[in-house]
């Protein structure tokens, strides 16, 4: 079945980085694009970043343009998500997305999420 576990959040200070890693199984990784999506307290989930898969176009929210940066390594099923000069309103929990077209549409897949928080 499918499987998407993310790792790489954790405390960090306004201004830093940390690199967000999704490992992917159970579907053909390198034939879907590929999603970040967060979701803060209190607020809905939004997509932050999406990398389609040939070609790897990226799109970003406009949020986190030229601080975020999309990523894919088709060799090790993996996507991942730079994140620089962090600002406390990017504290959220950050799940990774794909969505597989089936004979009954498109369906959504999520990992349990790792959490991001920026603070001094």
């Known amino acids: 079945q499918v499987q998407l576990v993310e790792s790489g959040g954790g405390l960090v200070q306004p201004g830093g980085s940390l690199r967000l890693s999704c490992a992917a199984s159970g579907f053909a990784f390198s034939i879907n694009a590929m999603s970040w999506y967060r979701q803060a307290p209190g607020k809905e989930r939004e997509l932050v970043a999406t990398?389609?898969?040939?070609?790897?176009?990226?799109t970003y929210a406009d949020s986190v343009k030229g601080r975020f940066t999309i990523s894919r390594e088709d060799a090790k099923n993996t996507v991942y998500l730079q994140m620089n000069s962090l600002k406390s309103e990017d504290t959220a929990v950050y799940y990774c997305n794909v969505k597989r077209r089936t004979p009954v549409g498109p369906v959504d897949y999520w990992g349990q999420g790792t959490q991001v928080t920026v603070s001094s």
């Open positions: 990398i389609a898969s040939v070609g790897g176009i990226t």
